[in-house]
């Protein structure tokens, strides 16, 4: 079964786009149209049930970034939860929060780098969800 942007979450995606923090526009636009190593990113990509903020298909990269809402605790074990499921099936996530992207864009950048550059894993077999 392929778990890849089902059709039933299609209008959230296109309004998550629509609807973008500051700091996901300030990060989209140093990613998009293949500005970083000229890997392609999407942005709102799903799978399953879950919309990543950005992924790179081709290192299965899911970069999140978050708000204050993630430092409360129930949405702390929520994204760790999730964070489990989605290295089930050979994901790597990456998170960084609204401030670092505001003021450490160029560390940001450099995570991001240096995972994409690592050499990728072999896939893993399984998972939840």
């Known amino acids: 079964m392929e778990y890849h942007n ?53 290192k299965q990269l899911v970069i999140e970034v978050d708000g204050s809402i993630h430092l409360l605790p129930e949405q702390k074990r929520y994204d760790k939860e999730r964070e489990s499921i989605l290295h089930g099936y050979g994901f790597n996530v990456l998170r960084f929060s609204n401030w670092r992207v505001f003021n450490e864009l160029e560390s940001v950048l450099n995570k991001i780098c240096a995972v994409l550059t690592s050499p990728q894993p072999p896939p893993s077999i399984g998972g939840g969800v």
């Open 6 to 58: 089902l059709i039933y979450l299609k209008k959230l995606r296109r309004t998550l786009r629509k609807c973008q923090t500051d700091a996901e526009q300030i990060l989209w636009d140093e990613i998009r149209n293949r500005k970083l190593l000229g890997k392609k990113f999407r942005r709102q990509h799903s799978f399953s049930n879950y919309i990543f903020d950005f992924y790179c298909a081709e």
